[in-house]
T-cell receptor, first 114, second 113 residues
Framework: DADVTQTPRNRITKTGKRIMLECSQTKGHDRMYWYRQDPGLGLQLIYYSFDVKDINKGEISDGYSVSRQAQAKFSLSLESAIPNQTALYFC?????????????FGPGTRLTVL | SQKIEQNSEALNIQEGKTATLTCNYT??????LQWYRQDPGRGPVFLLLIRENEKEKRKERLKVTFDTTLKQSLFHITASQPADSATYLC????????????FGKGTRLSVIA
């Protein structure tokens, strides 16, 4: 089984709808992240959480919110989806305990907002 | 803020040659650099890490160098194969604390048979 899973893998929605992307991990890592990726723009950090009680905004948090329900679960919500939020979304985890903070990514969710 | 530049959006090389990808950064010196591989539509996968006090790191056909004076890391793939075709991302870690990794935009490598 994959260590970092994302659901759904693909989603098509309409402008104005609220949607939630979910991320679960079995790696036991405290740190979790949400990124979006657009062609040619690389990874953009949306939100990150260094433990269950810690939530931080990334570089492009406007229009998004997150919830860290448990160490293993980190959800990303789009309260009112708009077409320019069409992108590939990745969840990632890391463990700073080894001193490297290497990130482990999920398979991604392809979101289309019509 | 930290800025990372991977100086080529795309790089085409012939099979069997050595591919060299560049990662330059500004401002603070990172505690270490990481390199990731990303295939189309998939999440990045960690490849190698090099610390600020290391000059070179190797793993099979991969080699990473780190020059803190030039503020540059080079990523080499020797005897390249079509299967090496992917996007390669560098990422900086500034050190212990509460700062996430900072990723570059990546270089798309195509190895032509």
């Amino acid at each position: 089984d994959a260590d970092v899973t994302q659901t759904p893998r693909n989603r098509i929605t309409k402008t104005g709808k609220r949607i939630m992307l979910e991320c679960s991990q079995t790696k036991g890592h405290d740190r979790m992240y949400w990124y979006r990726q657009d062609p040619g723009l690389g990874l953009q950090l949306i939100y990150y959480s260094f433990d269950v009680k810690d939530i931080n905004k990334g570089e492009i948090s406007d229009g998004y919110s997150v919830s860290r329900q448990a160490q293993a679960k980190f959800s990303l919500s789009l309260e009112s989806a708009i077409p320019n939020q069409t992108a590939l979304y990745f969840c990632a985890t890391s463990d700073p305990g080894r001193g490297t903070d290497t990130q482990y990514f999920g398979p991604g969710t392809r979101l289309t907002v019509l | 803020s930290q800025k990372i530049e991977q100086n080529s959006e795309a790089l085409n090389i012939q099979e069997g040659k050595t591919a060299t990808l560049t990662c330059n950064y500004t401002n603070y010196s990172p505690a270490y650099l990481q390199w990731y591989r990303q295939d189309p539509g998939r999440g990045p996968v960690f490849l190698l890490l090099i610390r600020e006090n290391e000059k070179e790191k190797r793993k099979e056909r991969l080699k990473v160098t780190f020059d803190t004076t030039l503020k540059q890391s080079l990523f080499h793939i020797t005897a390249s194969q079509p299967a090496d075709s992917a996007t390669y991302l560098c990422a900086l870690f500034l050190g212990p604390g509460n700062t996430p990794l900072v990723f570059g935009k990546g270089t798309r490598l195509s190895v032509i048979a």
